[in-house]
Structures are given as C-alpha cells and as structure tokens.
C-alpha cells in the first residue's frame, strides 16, 4: 500500500485475476478480447504453449511458445500446466509459472479457452478465475455471422454450427452470461464485471495494511 501525498490517492496492493472468456465460434469472444486489451492497459493475453510447427507470420513467445514433444510431456508430468490439451495431435497448455508472475504483479490474464480447459483452471486455481460465457441473440443470428465472415465454406460453417450446440450446453458452468447482441455493449459489459471483481477483498492483500494503518483491528 502506498499514499501518494501530492495527488492525495492511495494504492493497495492487489492480486491479478484469470479472466476467461468461452463461446461458440462466431459468438463475439474475440473481437471482444480484442478491444477489452485495447482499451485496459491491465489485463495481458495469456500464451499457450503448444508442440504444432510454427506457421508463416507466427512469434515464439508471442503468438504460442514452441516447443518439442518431449519437453511438453515433461512439463506435463511436473505438474507445470495449468490446463492442457490435445487436439488433432497437438498439444496445447498454459503454463503456471508466468501467469503466476503477472497475477503476483498485480494485472490481469485473459484467456481464450474452451469449457475444458476453463473447468481444468477452475480446478487448478478456483480462487483466481473469473469465467464469461458469450452467447449470440439467437441460433439464426450465429449462422448469419458465420456466413458473414466469409472465411469458411457452408461445410465447415455446418460443422461449427453442430459444435456450437454441444459448446453452449456448458452455459450454467460459468460465473457470467452476456448476450453479444450489440459489441460496445458486451464490451463494457465485461469491464464492468473486471472492475467488481478486482474489488473483491481477497484480491486486495494490501487493504489488511491499509486498515490497520487506520488504527482498525482485523
């Protein structure tokens, strides 16, 4: 906790918070993640790990870390993930250590998982989760968006449609819901859900010092 004398405001320490967002494709999720990191300079995107090749234009260390078979299984048998999976002969993961670094620093992680991976975070770090569930106004309106983007052909639209039934039956597993009718709006939504839950007393270690400081006993 600090008392910055010439502006008057006080600063207490606070812990970061794991944010996930979870959705069917074409829902939202991210072009909302895109404009929550634009516009919060404290919240960061969480890096997987992942043993698939590096595509043109990609980063190590920025798009995915890149790593060997091998090394992952070890990582995995250490217990250093904080969720893992595979998919079409990959292997995905978080690893624990530099998201506990940011979290330890006070900003936020957001997290682009699906209801697997947000229940193995759930169970890995209960205390420091905080998971959103972005639906679309309707079924019809989902198809019309994925149509829209122009990026798919109407079978991999037809296939993404089918797994959106299955992705949306986790709804209730979530803490929040927000319907993605108009973007601003879940956009704002989302921060004001940021901002209660960075109020949360037990993510504000540094408000014990605070009160005592006061003369207030515990």
């Known amino acids: 906790m600090s008392n910055d ?67 992952f299984d070890g990582m995995v048998a250490g217990g250093e993930f904080l969720e893992h999976a595979t998919v079409f002969d990959n292997s995905y993961g978080t690893p624990k250590a530099p998201v506990e ?10 997290f682009d998982v699906d209801w697997q991976g947000t229940q193995e975070l759930a169970s890995n770090a209960p205390k420091d989760l905080v998971s959103v569930f972005i639906l679309p106004p309707s079924i019809e309106e989902l198809e019309r968006r994925l149509h829209t983007r122009a990026q798919d052909s109407d079978e991999v639209v037809k296939k993404r449609m089918a797994k959106a039934t299955s992705e949306m039956s986790h709804w209730s597993d979530y803490d929040y819901i927000i319907v993605n009718e108009d973007v601003d709006e879940s956009v704002a939504r989302v921060e004001t859900i940021l901002a209660a839950e960075r109020l949360k007393r037990i993510r504000q270690p540094g408000m014990v010092d605070f009160v005592r400081a006061m003369g207030v006993s515990q």
């Not at 670094?101 to 957001?110: A, H, P, W």
């Open 101 to 110: 670094k940011v979290l330890g620093q006070g900003r936020d992680v957001l």
């Open 5 to 71: 004398k010439d502006s008057g405001a006080v600063t207490i320490s606070r812990r970061g918070l794991m944010l996930v967002l979870s959705s069917p494709s074409g829902a939202g999720k991210s072009t909302i993640s895109r404009a929550l990191l634009k516009r919060d300079s404290h919240i960061t995107m969480s890096v997987s790990m992942t043993t698939r090749p590096m595509r043109p234009g990609e980063t190590d260390g920025e798009d995915y870390i890149f790593v060997d078979q091998d090394t």
